[in-house]
């Protein structure tokens, strides 16, 4: 059983920088992306990753987050930079292998103007 689980989220001032780790266990997965899911809101895709390196980001979070993965340590990143109060939310790694899609626990994340 395919287990990923997040880590890093904190408390951040506006302007400041935050990096999310999502660690996979349990076998391996093709596609990474983060979610996130703000309170009231609908959770929405921000960014995904290939095994291969390939990356898209929503225009949410274009030039400011940064997604990545270190195959050889089964994890992945989220380095996000001059955050916003708009970004605070709840954030999830989410991944897919040949058989099915797997969801982290999720970390929050909130961003103090």
């Known amino acids: 059983q395919v287990q990923l689980v997040e880590s890093g989220g904190g408390l951040v001032q506006a302007g400041g920088s935050l990096r999310l780790s999502c660690t996979t266990s349990?076998?391996?997965?093709?596609?990474m992306a983060w979610y996130r899911q703000a309170p009231g809101q609908q959770r929405e895709v921000i960014a995904g990753?290939?095994?291969?390196?390939?990356?898209d980001y929503a225009n949410s979070v274009k030039g400011r987050f940064t997604i990545s993965r270190d195959n050889a340590k089964n994890t992945g990143y989220l380095q996000m930079n001059s955050l916003k109060p708009e970004d605070t939310a709840v954030y999830y790694c989410?991944?897919?292998?040949?058989?099915?899609?797997?969801w982290g626990q999720g970390t929050q994340v909130t961003v103090s103007s």
């Open positions: 990753i290939t095994s291969g390196g390939s990356t």
């Open positions: 349990g076998g391996s997965i093709n596609f």
């Open positions: 989410w991944g897919i292998n040949d058989y099915r899609a797997y």
